[in-house]
């Protein structure tokens, strides 16, 4: 059972390039989430989606797409990678009851 | 806007002694959630408070929810090195969880 899988762990981007992050569960939850991690600011959700083909914004969605076209994967897009994306970004997922989200390992993407 | 607090925001431990991180958030909430994660890798579950009064311990910490204050503590009994590490309360409201900005803990001889 691999959980939450984010790919990839590591990218260096150009500014102005693109790029997408994939996050991939197997849980079969319904909610999942992308967040960014700075230091000294936690964690700040970006986009989330409550179900299959919905999505909605969260906290620090500019610069961000993202889509939900199977339950099992979210993705999140980067249209044009800006050095203030540089971040480290974490996806999770959970039940739609709650009580308790499972996060991936992390993607670390730096935008030189 | 639900607001996370959390001091101290860096936490210097000498082993033994005891220690509290606190968590105040600015509106009602639906759980309350207290994280670990060591440098370079993924969160890991702590606690997760249910209702008003809960208290949950597992080895050397202890967690508490007062939410007619809208606070949470973690106490650290004893601490030891294996203790090292960014611990994290997050706010559950509607089925999305707003971050404090995390305690750096370092457990020091």
């Known amino acids: 059972n691999a959980g939450v899988t984010q790919t990839p762990k590591f990218r260096v981007l150009k500014t102005g390039q693109s790029m997408t992050l994939l996050c991939a569960q197997d849980?079969?939850?319904?909610?999942m989430y992308w967040y960014r991690q700075d230091p000294g600011m936690g964690l700040r959700l970006i986009h989330y989606?409550?179900?299959?083909?919905?999505?909605a914004k969260g906290e620090v969605p500019d610069g961000y797409n993202v889509s939900r076209l199977k339950k099992q994967n979210f993705l999140l897009g980067l249209e044009s990678a800006a050095p203030s994306q540089t971040s480290v970004y974490f996806c999770?997922?959970?039940?739609?009851?709650?009580?308790?989200?499972?996060f991936g390992s992390g993607t670390r993407l730096t935008v030189v | 806007e639900l607001k996370v607090e959390q001091n101290p925001l860096f936490l210097s431990m000498q082993e033994g002694k005891n220690y509290t991180i606190y968590c105040n958030y600015s509106?009602?909430?639906?759980?309350l959630y207290w994280y670990r994660q060591d440098p370079g890798k993924s969160l890991e579950s702590l606690f997760v408070l249910l209702s008003n009064g809960a208290v949950k311990q597992e080895g050397r910490l202890m967690a508490s929810l007062d939410t007619k204050a809208r606070l949470s503590t973690l106490h650290i009994t004893a601490a030891v090195h294996d203790l090292s590490a960014t611990y994290f309360c997050a706010v559950e409201k509607d089925y999305k969880l707003s971050f404090g900005a995390g305690t750096t803990v370092t457990v020091r001889a």
């Open positions: 849980m079969n939850h319904e909610y």
């Open positions: 509106t009602t909430s639906d759980r």
């Open positions: 989606s409550v179900g299959e083909g919905t999505t």
């Open positions: 999770a997922s959970s039940y739609r009851t709650g009580l308790g989200y499972t």
